[in-house]
């Protein structure tokens, strides 16, 4: 996009299981990408909808009139997640 990083004023992002190695993975895109260290940034999860809870937060802000550009998205990986097995 040709949006400039400093304009973002807000990003949230869904990951309904976090990584120990990332356990906000919000902040890690901010400080990851050149985004300013001031930017809002914070991870949601809420199962089967997390992608669209980060989408509703970012609209709300901003209809709230309280930034003027966000970035909301989701990620997820079924192939890093451990998988438990009942033993029953």
């Known amino acids: 996009s040709d949006i400039p990083a400093e304009v973002i004023e807000q990003l949230v992002f869904g990951q309904v299981v976090q990584m120990p190695e990332a356990p906000n993975i919000a902040r ?5 990408t050149g985004m300013s260290v001031h930017t809002d940034a914070y991870s949601v999860s809420r199962a089967c909808a997390t992608s669209f809870q980060a989408v509703a937060n970012v609209a709300e802000s901003l209809m709230a009139g309280t930034i003027r550009a966000g970035i ?17």
């Open 28 to 32: 890690e895109i901010v400080l990851g």
């Open 72 to 88: 909301a998205g989701g990620a997820d990986s079924a192939s890093v997640l451990p998988i438990g097995v009942s033993k029953t």
